[in-house]
């Protein structure tokens, strides 16, 4: 799909990877729909696009698990911009680091309501809008955890696969149609995921965890370059792509590594 003139409907854009993401398509030519729960945040990617024009950019802070306020988003986008191009669900958040037997239903239900949840409320919401264009796109967020389970993470996990196995529906479903339909498993990001999750993790000291994250800025060309191209997987990072490739050839084995890089952080 052309991005160019083209309106996307951007969550999660108040910061790190959806801030990144809506400041690359506003540089290529689109036109976005900054979704968010902080309205501070998304004044600040208001003030970092610069260069864009007052018409580009919309801000509509929200929150995805109100069924109310993600169905009146696509009258208020149309309002806007005068149509619905595209849709990209990068709003996530993590649970505190412990395990299942630890985590409460609370936590739980937060992670679930705004990961799965979240996603599901607006997919419903601008699926009728998309199919109707000549040319759309619907890019869904999963995470590594999804591929292979992180001891501390399990409900955070389990809220991606539940995004992937969606996701993976959808491109069933709408192979008939106009809508490219992309399923994105990021690796370890730089952001502030952790701070805006409510969740304190501690990695100092280590080096190898902080050497092997993908700027922000990176992963948010390669989703917008999958808006573009409708690829409909794309693995980032090299700890994605090893992990993949481990887990379909040595499951056990992926499963029992990942447990015990793990141990660390569980009991720190």
């Known amino acids: 799909m052309r991005l160019n003139g083209k309106v996307i409907v951007v969550t999660g854009a108040g910061n790190g990877i959806g801030r990144e993401v809506a400041l690359e398509l506003l540089r290529r030519g689109a036109r ?34 109100d069924r109310a306020q993600v169905d009146a988003l696509p009258a208020a986008v149309i309002e806007w911009h005068g149509q619905v191009d595209g849709l990209a669900n990068i709003a996530g958040i ?24 979240g996603t599901v409320n607006t997919v419903k919401a601008f699926l009728p809008l998309l199919v109707e264009r000549p040319e759309a796109a619907l890019l869904n967020v999963s995470s590594m955890g999804a591929i292979v389970p992180v001891p ?3 409900a955070y996990g389990a809220s991606k696969a539940a995004v992937a196995l969606l996701t993976e529906t959808l491109f069933a479903e709408l192979q008939d149609s106009p809508v490219a339909v992309t399923l994105v498993y990021p690796g370890a990001t730089g952001t502030n995921i952790a701070e805006n999750s409510g969740v304190t993790i501690d ?13 922000a800025s990176e992963v948010g060309r390669i989703i917008v370059e999958a808006l573009a191209s409708g690829q409909p997987r794309v693995l980032n990072g090299k700890d994605t ?28």
């Open 203 to 215: 990695f100092a000291g280590d080096a190898t965890a902080a050497a092997s994250m993908t700027p």
């Open 241 to 268: 792509r090893m992990l993949d490739r481990m887990s379909r050839l040595m499951p056990t084995k992926a499963v029992t590594v990942v447990a015990k890089r793990m141990q660390a952080y569980l009991h720190h």
């Open 32 to 65: 976005v729909a900054a979704v968010d729960r902080s309205q501070d945040g998304l004044m600040a990617t208001a003030a970092l696009a610069t260069g864009a024009s007052s018409h580009s950019l919309s801000l509509h802070p929200i929150d995805l698990t």
């Open 94 to 117: 993590i649970q505190p680091f412990v395990p299942i037997l630890e985590l409460s239903h609370e936590d739980i239900d937060r992670v679930m309501s705004v990961n799965f949840g």
């Open 152 to 154: 501390g993470q399990g």
